[in-house]
């Protein structure tokens, strides 16, 4: 079979969390939480890892032992622990008796354990990685900085994890098991599994990737160049050492992860020293950032002095649907924009074209086709759908032009060949216009498919039938970058923050794949393939983060934070200079630019909230100058529109380095219609001429419903007469939680029936849950249509 296009979404198991498991947070402090209470900001990650974090971890420990016999007594059985970023137990008891763990002497809450899914050749110079290396002096590239990859694993024997000129740092390579040390060389210099100790069984306990996702953004953060057959890629900090942290399972298997696997993962990666961490996974919805316990173990992570990086996710297009962990605050939250280019297969008409083109998920030659084109809509088949038997013989040798729609693709092509032809081109409808891959069954004909708009241009040439080319080679097409990806995950968060912190590319991404278990969602047999998903963006920024950290050493996390959001370039240039900042945060990931910024920002965006049409608020933030000399800095506001826009107290400041002042800020209006109000405070530099833009945002919300955004959806599909959950939020326009419509859910088709319709807001803000039973008829569509307002969603889930 050939793979042609990947997109990794984050789509959560119903429910979102693992049964008859709970977090246990204990009372007193975790030992990331009293460093960060005794010892200053610059002195925190030297402190964890020397003797004074040796000594309070083991405190914290003792501490956990008397909590964990009183819960073992109460027959809780304890799978693990974490006490550097947090003091907790994980825990498996029969939720029926979950009680008694909240009431054990010693505990301060009990949360459910969630589950999590997975959530570069061009991106470098979009993204102006070139030049920062320029800049990168003695430790360019990355050089010495430790990235840990907390994913699927990462498979050390592509091209693109070569040790040679590395040599590991004193201490390296670190391992859980001993037989993961085959995991590692002197540039991947740590491997560790957590699929025995937190997952269920699995075929493979080792820190080895069995899916690819992980060597996959492994190559976009840190790989070194090598070449694929489409193109030469490097990771963004090829001189970067790479930990490989496996927090997901088998194929098949454990295909999702868990609170437990995160948490210690993180644990282990903030005690190993790593410097960066990356996490391309995710879950929706949401809880609070306060109930999220990965947020807060996130949390805990930037405040021992690691930059954390997460997927924004893949839930997008509607807005609200930033995932966890990536609601942390401190942490920098990519979403993903698309590339300059992708991958198709040319197909020419005579001397017109090439146009870009999708091969069908089926064997497919080696070598183009050449042949005459032959539109059947002009006389074989007025519909030109090829949904019925066509005239023997007369297709003989051609290649077939056919519209999509009606039947099913296997159908057409089977038509198409009884006709005759010995390759078919199909072209998508006007309500559809993309070109997808195609999955024609047990259909053997050669297929590909293109656009409805070189559709058309290639029927207005077909009258003659013209020789045409179809090639199986894949090669790169232009396209404009300047687009947020359709499937990123759009703000407001959570907490009514501005989430994503910024973008990166995320689509069409050439990236290494596992060469090992052809069960693996990125597995090739080459080793490379084109991928998308906000799974990439975030390794782009961590790559960006190691090369900036590489060359500007000395700074904290916030600050390296401000230096990659508040530099990013706008998103994007006009006509759509408007895009929202809950859509692209402060813009595009510019290195460049972070590499030279002289003035650091706390914190990197403002959000006012959500609130009436009169206001009266105020914020402050931090201005620090971390350049090398005085400067002044004039600061001036650049509202969306002519919307209102926030004051800042000064206009010019004046700092010496290593100085900062912090800037009142108010924000007053009143009469607002319902919607957004945004745009960027600008600061600029007078003597390094740096420019640092800080996005704000205010909303007023409407009582127009304008999304229905389904969250989650069974993961297998259920049995007849059984209930099926799903999760839905209801948004205004502006992703504003529509709270005061009640939605309703009725049975469209399928003979299923609507059992209850609950707001589980307590736990994920905006959200509610249907119980739908379903029909009696077993492999049946059951169709629900969601109303709110009068917006309409229809929900299909199918039977086993």
Not at 85 to 105: C, D, E, I, Y
Not at 461 to 479: D, I, N, R, Y
Not at 505 to 516: H, I, K, P, R, W
Not at 708 to 729: D, E, K
Request: aromatic share 6%; proline share 7%.
């Amino acid at each position: 079979m050939r793979r042609f296009l990947i997109f990794l979404f984050s789509i959560p198991l119903a429910g979102g969390t693992v049964p008859d498991r709970f977090i246990v947070e204990l009372s007193g402090e975790s030992a990331a939480e009293y460093i960060a209470r005794t010892v200053p900001a610059g002195q925190r990650r030297e402190a964890l890892l020397g003797q004074l974090g040796f000594e309070t971890r083991a405190l914290v420990r003792r501490r956990q032992d008397t909590v964990r016999a009183r819960l073992e007594r109460s027959g809780a059985h304890i799978i693990g622990s974490v006490d550097t970023v947090a003091n907790a137990l994980f825990v498996q008891m029969p939720a029926a008796r979950s009680g008694r763990l909240r009431r054990t002497r010693g505990v301060r809450r009990v949360l459910p354990e969630r589950t999590y899914e997975l959530a570069l050749d061009h991106a470098l110079p979009l993204h102006k990685v070139p030049q920062a290396w320029s800049l990168g002096g003695a430790y360019p590239q990355g050089a010495g900085v430790r990235i840990a990859m907390i994913d699927t694993g990462i498979d050390i024997t592509h091209p693109g994890f070569k040790d040679t000129g590395f040599q590991a740092p004193a201490g390296f390579p670190i391992v859980t098991a001993a037989s993961d040390k085959a995991y590692t060389n002197q540039k991947v210099i740590v491997a560790r599994s957590y699929v025995a100790q937190c997952l269920s069984t699995d075929t493979d306990n080792s820190a080895q990737d069995d899916v690819g996702h992980g060597t996959g953004t492994a190559m976009t953060a840190a790989g070194v160049e090598n070449t694929g057959p489409l193109a030469t890629i490097s990771g963004v900090a090829p001189q970067a050492y790479l930990g490989n942290y496996k927090v997901f399972g088998s194929p098949g298997v454990n295909d999702a992860t868990n609170s437990c696997a995160i948490d210690r993962a993180v644990e282990d990666a903030v005690n190993d020293g790593m410097d960066v961490i990356n996490l391309s996974l995710g879950g929706v919805p949401a809880p609070r950032v306060a109930d999220d316990d990965e947020a807060q173990v996130l949390e805990s992570a930037v405040s021992m002095g690691v930059i954390v990086v997460i997927a924004a996710g893949n839930a997008g297009p509607d807005p609200n649907t930033i995932g966890s962990p990536g609601t942390a605050p401190s942490a920098i939250t990519v979403g993903a924009m698309n590339n300059d280019r992708y991958f198709a297969t040319p197909f020419k008409v005579g001397s017109n074209g090439p146009y870009p083109a999708v091969p069908a998920f089926e064997a497919l030659p080696t070598s183009g086709i050449t042949a005459a084109l032959v539109d059947i809509s002009l006389k074989l088949d007025s519909s030109g759908l090829a949904c019925a038997a066509l005239p023997a013989n007369s297709l003989t040798g051609n290649i077939a032009l056919i519209l999509r729609g009606t039947c099913t693709f296997e159908v057409k092509l089977n038509y198409a060949q009884q006709a005759g032809a010995i390759a078919a081109l199909v072209y998508t409808y006007a309500s559809s216009p993309d070109a997808i891959v195609m999955d024609v069954g047990t259909a053997t004909l050669p297929a590909e498919m293109v656009s409805n708009q070189d559709g058309l241009t290639i029927k207005g040439l077909a009258g003659q039938s013209p020789q045409a080319t179809m090639s199986f080679s894949q090669a790169p097409f232009a396209v404009d970058p300047n687009t947020v990806a359709p499937f990123s995950a759009l703000g407001p968060s959570v907490d009514l923050s501005i989430k994503p912190d910024l973008l990166a590319v995320g689509e069409n991404v050439y990236v290494a794949a596992e060469t090992t278990d052809p069960a693996g969602e990125l597995y090739s047999p080459d080793g490379y393939l084109v991928s998308s998903g906000t799974s990439y963006s975030a390794p782009l920024l961590a790559g960006a983060a190691a090369v900036l950290k590489a060359a500007r050493p000395g700074f904290t996390p916030l600050e390296y934070k401000s230096l990659l959001i508040n530099s990013a370039a706008a998103a994007f240039p006009p006509p759509d200079a408007a895009q929202s900042v809950q859509n692209a945060g402060a813009g595009m990931l510019d290195l460049n630019a972070a590499m030279l910024a002289t003035l650091s920002v706390n914190p990197a965006s403002i959000s006012f909230g959500v609130g009436s049409g009169t206001s009266q608020l105020s914020s402050t933030v931090r201005l620090s100058n971390i350049g090398f000399s005085k400067d002044t800095f004039q600061i001036s506001v650049s509202p969306t529109g002519g919307s209102p826009a926030p004051v800042p107290a000064i206009t010019s400041v004046t700092l010496d380095a290593d100085r900062y002042v912090d800037v009142p800020l108010t924000f007053s209006a009143s009469g607002l219609a319902a919607g957004a109000y945004q745009g960027f405070l600008v600061i600029q530099a007078t003597n390094s001429g740096t420019v640092v833009r800080i996005p704000y945002w205010y909303g007023v919300a409407s009582s127009t419903p304008a999304h229905i955004t389904i969250l989650s959806v069974p993961s297998t599909p259920p049995t007849s007469s059984t209930v099926a959950n799903v999760w839905f939020r209801v948004t205004d326009a502006s992703g504003i939680i529509s709270a005061n419509i009640i939605p309703t859910v009725s049975v469209t088709s399928g003979g299923g029936a609507v059992k209850a319709v609950d707001s589980i807001d307590s736990s994920y803000p905006g959200v509610w849950n249907a119980d739908l039973l379903m029909g009696p008829t077993p492999a049946a569509d059951n169709v629900f249509l969601i109303t709110a307002g009068s917006l309409t969603q229809s929900v299909t889930i199918t039977t086993q």
